[in-house]
Each structure stands twice: as structure tokens, then as C-alpha cells.
């Protein structure tokens, strides 16, 4: 069963599961397992490759505290030893946040009691991006870091709704104009590699089931390949998913 809660693009044209139901639906831990004829087969593994390295540069000291801001089930939290502080919070009904997020997007902890923010898959479902973003910049010390990457080209994926994409320049300026110095910026997955998967998602639905395996290991084969062929810089402008490191000075 496709679930509403997909972190990468719920595809659902139903659109009905059950609140209750997000967090048992294809989360990130369940999509790390996804086997080479998942229709998100190529992201699903290029997304953490790509995210691993980054999460090295918020530099987080041994015993410090980093919030992940829009959590889930905390795919990240493997990035940082135990001996961090790590703080989940995400709306309510997500038993794996110790942290419930506001009505108005909020998140009650204190200013600058954090080394690091993440917000992975976050900020394409926040309906105010600058608060959040503000949020965001307050909740951190001075010189701490921010590890936020959302979408640049990508299909419509709810959770619990779906109201932004960036482009690069875009995705620069928002951060920017919260306050923060973007430090490094990255994209995962070239334009060509996500032109062909924007061509899966497309034909996904008139597929037959019994034939979508198929069609997944194809398409996500030829992705890979594709991809390899555009360099950083090219994905630099035009991603399936933008990453950036942000500093708050
Ligand atoms: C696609 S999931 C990403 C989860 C996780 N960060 C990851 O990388 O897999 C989007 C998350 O954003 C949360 N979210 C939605 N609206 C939010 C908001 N206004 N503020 C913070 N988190 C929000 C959802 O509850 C969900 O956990």
C-alpha cells in the first residue's frame, strides 16, 4: 500500500490513509530496505549518500544538542553519536518526537539552545517557510549550523500537504534572508536523472501492478547510469533535492 506519509513522494492519488496511519506507511527506515524495483529505488539511496557528508560539516561537538525539526521517524539520527543531545520534534501524533510542534509552526525550546538544526524533507510541507525558517535561526547559539534539504524538482507528495519547490537562487535567498550565511550548497540527483523519474511518476498510475517492478528497475537502472553523467556543478542549479549548510554568524 502506498502511504500519504512517503518522505519522498507519496504518488497517492487517493490521498486518504488515515492520520493515524502515517507513521507505519513506507517511512525512511522501511525505504532504506526498498529493494532495486522501488519506484524511489535511485533517491532512496543518493538522498543519505548525499546527506551523510554534509551532517559531518554542522559540526556538532561530542555533548552537544542538535533538533530535528520535522523529524518523523529520525532517519538522521544515526548521523551523530549517542552522546548527543538529539531532539525530535514534529507535529502531533508522532510518538517518536519528544517535541510537539505548535498549531502556529512554533517549536517550544528554548533560544539558542542548540548546536544544529536539521530539517530534512521539511520545509516544501511547512506552510510558512519564513517562520519556520525563523524558528529555525532562533533556536540556534550563535555559530551553530543549520543542515536543511527540500526539494527542487519533485513530484507532488503530501505530508500532511505539499506547497513548495525552490530553485537554487530561491532556496538561497529564503535562508538567506532568515538571517543565515549559506556556507556550502549541493543538489542530489541531476536534471536528466530527475526528468526520467518525473516520466516514471508520470506513466506510475496507468501502469499495471503486476508490471511496475519492471518498470521501477528499468527507470531507476537508467537513472543511475544518467546520473552520473551530470557533475555537481550542473546539480548545483537544477536537482531532484537541494542540500545546504547554513550558519547562523
Ligand atoms: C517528508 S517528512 C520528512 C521527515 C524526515 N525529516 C526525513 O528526512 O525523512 C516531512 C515531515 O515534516 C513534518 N512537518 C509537516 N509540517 C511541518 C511544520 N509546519 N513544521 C515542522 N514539521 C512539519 C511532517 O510531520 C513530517 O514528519
Known sequence: MEGRGDTLGS???SYSTPLAGRYNLDRPSDLRAAPPWHRLAYIIKALPAGLEPLA???RVPPDGRV????????????????SVDYVGADLPGNPVASVEIGADGTVPVASESFDAVLSTQVLEHVEHPDLYLGECWRVLRPGGRMLLSTHGIMVHHPDPVDYWRWTC???RRVVSSAGFEVERFEGIMGLAATGIQL???????????????????????????VDRLQGPASRRHNALVFALIARKP
Do not use: K, T
Request: glycine share 6%; aromatic share 10%; with cysteine.
Open 169 to 171: 537562487e530561491g532556496l
Open 11 to 13: 504518488l497517492n492519488e
Open 199 to 225: 516520466v516514471q511518476d508520470g506513466i506510475w498510475w496507468r501502469v499495471a501492478r503486476p508490471l511496475r517492478p519492471v518498470v521501477a528497475l528499468l527507470l531507476q537502472s537508467i537513472i543511475a547510469v
Open 56 to 58: 559531518n560539516e554542522l
Open 67 to 82: 533538533l530535528d525539526y520535522g523529524c518523523a521517524d529520525a532517519p538522521y539520527r544515526r548521523l551523530f553519536p549517542p
